[in-house]
């Protein structure tokens, strides 16, 4: 999977998901989880990006969609018709051209999951996973996985920062971006499972809650792929995550 499918593509391509067919019970675990880890910093540049959260970006998808209905349905006077195995709904584009011009833009992909590592090339090894579920940006009063990397044993190695965003597939293999997930609480069950079969899994030396069990509430195959500009790291990494 090379291209996120992100509320700003759906509406680049002329769709708008309906966020009532992206149910937990929809999800086909067999088929897998996949996690792209798209960008990457040193991690003392960490606070250059904006802090990240799950129910944020969640908060501002179901907003977002729900007022794009709306416009549909009261200044375009169209019935919200849909096939009954069908996720996306087809938008004309001048539709779509009014939906951003009242709305602006659409909100962005979310990343909620992050992975520290320290080395470099065959070197860099994963330290750290986390999920970025904070309204307030995680690093700014000092995190502490990056307060311990200032041990002698780390010193003088580079360390940097990946984000990944995460989407599931449906039984007719669609994609189900974690923050279309309704309601809010399954999607953050579905994170909370994902970052504690993770941290069991890959065993980082930094983590210390979930190392010795996961505690994971569903089954999962992840997939991860790296298409940061450090693609090394946890390339086409898979993992079996357990009940």
């Known amino acids: 999977m090379t291209i996120y499918h992100s509320l700003k593509y759906y509406l680049k391509i002329g769709y708008l998901p309906i966020l009532d067919r992206y149910r937990l019970k929809d999800i086909n675990f067999e088929y897998g989880c996949f996690i792209a880890l798209d960008v990457c910093l040193p991690l003392y540049k960490v606070l250059e990006i904006n802090a990240q ?12 969609v729900t007022n794009s209905l709306r416009i549909i349905t009261d200044v375009y006077g169209e019935e919200i018709e849909i096939d009954a195995k069908d996720k996306l709904r087809d938008v004309d584009r001048e539709i779509i051209n009014e939906i951003e011009y009242r709305l602006k833009e659409p909100p962005t992909a979310c990343y909620p999951l992050y992975f520290i590592s320290v080395g470099d090339g065959i070197d860099e090894r994963l330290v750290y996973v986390g999920k970025t579920s904070s309204k307030t940006h995680r690093f700014s009063g000092g995190h502490s996985a990056a307060l311990k990397l200032h041990a002698p044993k780390y010193e003088g190695l580079s360390k ?28 953050k069950s579905l994170l909370s499972n994902l970052e504690a079969g993770l941290i069991f899994n890959l065993q980082p030396e930094l983590n210390s809650i979930y190392i010795n069990n996961s505690y994971a509430l569903f089954d999962m195959y992840v997939n991860i792929e790296n298409h940061s500009s450090r693609p090394g790291l946890l390339q086409n990494k898979q993992v079996s995550i357990q009940t």
């Open 160 to 187: 940097h920062i990946y984000f990944g965003t995460v989407v599931f597939l449906d039984n007719n293999k669609n994609y189900m971006p974690l923050e279309f997930i309704q309601p809010f609480e399954d999607a």
């Open 53 to 64: 959260s799950l129910q944020d970006t969640w908060g501002k998808i179901d907003e977002y």
